[in-house]
């Protein structure tokens, strides 16, 4: 008997004490409350203010609408969660997402609230050309384009000047001649990876290098066509004769960063929210870094990377409130001085129009991204936006067999084309 | 003669050859094992800088403000407390279901008995990312969801499977002959549950509650599935907020995994020889 009683008490603790904790932290606010399970929290840089943003929006409404911000700081981890979440028709109401085509597919049914109409009046003028297009799928958009990523090739004019160049290279030929002179001064030339969920460095290289021999419209081209080819020739060549770091096959952004970092690499690619560790942790590297096209490869010089990074979504509702909610909160975080003061403060960039002035201090290497999409010849895509992520994750596998020179560049493609097929 | 010398020259060559082979293969898995946790205790004192552009070097000098801002932005404290929670009620839970259900399979007999430990049992094999979407459905309709409840029930249910068979094993080779002289005693079914099979079979349900209490210490994505507030994050999440979608600030994250680390290795140090009984028996006797 007296095993059954420590037995039960022990299950009735077990089921009982979360319980309690559970009852502590609920609370009835009478207010409509909008759950924002969001990756804008923690060590991103737009956490700061977008925290800001969202108390300022609760003050302004209280007693109306709250906006609950559900902190989800790891982005694989949120991504599988909000891919649950939507597969259980239990959709938040307001959301972050990756525009690429896994996402995309959130917009069949009627899970997500259409803003079509909204933004066909005023609101959707604060937008820049395109986003809004890009955002809608048969008549219906479904979300709003927030945040945008431009990836230009970053150098390091220092190591370049140390190794005798002068003059940034024009064409791939002479990126070789000038990867060649950095070599003989003892620095390697280029950041590579084969690693993390997308081989984000090496991807972004192929795509820039795709772009410049097959232009803006490359992607409409099989994966298996020549000029695909042609780029992973390209892209291998990075990887041998010392052009890049040894631990490039199976490193991962912190190692294709951290060469940069160190000043060990004088090439690299990667987004604007990575001035501020540049700036932070490397002020010399920061004072020195140049912003640039790639060296043409081929027939379309000039071009950058320009795509949709994040946006934002709410799920389907038939309550007038949280709809209105939804809407409020929505125009208010698309404001262009809100989206100013959030790009200010963390230098990312957005497809919200806003003007600067004298008096805003906007990061000159910031400046200078501004700059290379403005004189960019044209603004394409890359890799990872166009394909679902299987395909995505299969890219760095067969980019490092490539590297380790167990695959051909036409095997390299040839293992990614199984996947999409 | 010389032949006799040589022979045990060459034997003595042979054993000397052995045991240096036996001390090179225990001391290269040594340092396979200890490595990574050497290097992750010494990159957790690092700068980031230092971090990501000496990965094998020394610091320059010892950041103890890691552990500090792992302590204070993560709020690890609360995030024990909730690890805590869930992982001591799930161990308790898991393991009084599952002895029951192990007693049942192991002790009595019934039609298609083996063939109900087999379906249980084969739960083991399958990937729990797998049963994301109804688990959060379930969670979702009992209204249980960014609860520490929620958490306890699903990692108790995930868990059945291995406590199952780790228990069953142990159950398994208790002798039949205690049971009887307990029923001509008196004993009812339940009773011999809880005054004779069950106390007989605490190695096995400490190993199944070492397994399970690690797991529940060590789960990352039901524990984000299910929850949404702090109020029930446990400290797998709490280490996720050293990184964002680009930027990942790996000293502190480490130091956050230093700390956590430790309850886990303890559980290991205090219980490891009943872990190890527990999984040969249930090996013998599965």
Not at chain 1, 329 to 334: E, V
Not at chain 2, 146 to 173: C, E, K, Q, R, W
């Amino acid at each position: 008997m007296k095993t059954w009683k420590i037995l039960a008490l022990l299950l009735i603790l077990a089921l009982t004490v979360p319980g309690f904790l559970l009852a502590q932290s609920a609370a009835e606010t009478g207010e409509t409350v909008l759950k924002w399970p969001t990756i804008w929290v923690g060590e991103d840089s737009k956490a700061g203010e977008v925290e800001r943003l969202v108390m300022e929006f609760n003050t302004l409404n209280e007693g109306k609408y709250q906006v609950d911000i559900e902190a989800n700081p790891d982005y694989d981890g949120y991504r599988t969660k909000i891919n649950a979440q939507v597969a259980a028709n239990a959709v938040p109401d307001l959301f972050v997402f990756n525009p690429d085509p896994t996402s995309f597919s959130y917009y069949e049914g009627d899970r997500l609230m259409d803003f079509a109409d909204e933004l066909a009046g005023d609101w959707g003028k604060v937008f820049v050309g395109g986003a809004i297009g890009d955002a809608t799928i048969n008549g219906e958009t479904k979300s709003i384009p927030y945040e945008i990523g431009v990836t230009p090739i970053w150098y390091n004019e220092a190591l370049m000047v140390k190794a005798g160049v002068t003059e940034y290279p024009e064409t791939i030929d002479d990126f070789w001649k000038v990867a060649d002179k950095l070599k003989a001064a003892g620095i390697v030339p280029t950041s590579q990876m084969t690693g993390g969920t997308n081989a984000w460095t090496s991807m972004l290289w192929f795509s820039h290098i795709a772009m410049s021999i097959g232009g803006p419209k490359v992607w409409d081209k099989p994966i298996t066509d020549p000029v695909f080819e042609k780029a992973a020739e390209i892209l291998l060549k990075m990887y041998s004769d010392g052009n890049t770091t040894k631990d490039a096959v199976g490193g991962d952004a912190g190692v294709s960063g951290g060469h940069y970092l160190a000043g060990r690499t004088a090439m690299f690619i990667n987004g604007p929210w990575y001035i501020g560790r540049v700036r932070g942790e490397a002020p010399d590297v920061y004072e020195n870094t140049k912003i640039a096209s790639l060296p043409a490869a081929g027939d379309y010089p000039g071009g950058q990377i320009g795509f949709a990074l994040s946006n934002l979504a709410a799920g389907a509702t038939d309550n007038a409130a949280k709809k209105g909610g939804v809407l409020a909160f929505m125009k208010w975080m698309t404001e262009p001085e809100n989206v100013k003061a959030i790009s200010m403060d963390s230098g990312a960039m957005f497809a919200v129009k806003f003007q600067t002035g004298a008096g805003d201090a906007v990061d000159p290497l910031q400046k200078k991204f501004t700059d290379a999409v403005n004189d960019a010849s044209f603004v394409g895509t890359h890799f990872a936006t166009v394909y679902p992520s299987d395909v995505v994750a299969e890219f760095g596998q067969a980019l490092a067999k490539m590297a380790l020179g167990r695959a051909t560049p036409a095997e390299f493609l040839q293992q990614i084309k199984s996947v999409i097929d | 003669m010389k032949k006799s010398i040589n022979r045990s020259g060459s034997h003595i060559a042979i054993q000397a050859a052995a045991k240096t082979g036996k001390w090179f293969y225990i001391l290269f898995f040594l340092v396979i094992t200890f490595l990574p946790l050497v290097w992750l205790v010494i990159s957790s004192f690092k700068t980031n800088f230092e971090f990501e552009t000496q990965a094998f070097a020394l610091p320059k000098v010892w950041m103890w403000s890691n552990y500090k801002n792992a302590m204070s932005m993560a709020g690890l404290p609360r995030l024990f407390m909730n690890s805590i929670i869930v992982a001591a009620s799930t161990t308790i839970v898991n393991t009084l279901v599952a002895s029951m259900g192990a007693f049942a399979i192991a002790r009595e007999t019934f039609r298609f008995q083996n063939l109900l430990l087999n379906i249980i049992v084969a739960g083991v094999l399958i990937p729990i990312i797998a049963l994301m979407v109804p688990f959060f459905k379930l969670v979702n309709g009992f209204g249980i969801y960014d609860t520490l409840f929620g958490l306890i029930v699903t990692y108790s249910a995930i868990n059945i499977p291995i406590s199952v068979f780790l228990i069953h094993g142990f159950m398994g080779s208790i002798p039949r002959e205690l049971e009887e002289a307990a029923v001509i005693d008196g004993c009812s079914f339940s009773q011999r549950f809880s005054k004779i099979v069950f106390p007989l079979t605490k190695p096995g349900l400490v190993t199944a509650g070492t397994f399970v209490f690690i797991f529940c210490w060590n789960e990352f994505i039901y524990a984000m599935l299910l929850t949404s507030s702090e109020v029930s994050r446990t400290l797998q999440l709490g280490i996720r907020f050293f990184r964002s979608q680009f930027v990942v600030d790996y000293t502190s994250m480490l130091a956050a995994i230093v700390i956590t680390m430790i309850p886990t290795i303890l559980v290991y140090v205090f219980l490891h020889d009943r872990i190890i009984s527990g999984l040969t028996s249930g090996a013998v006797k599965g």
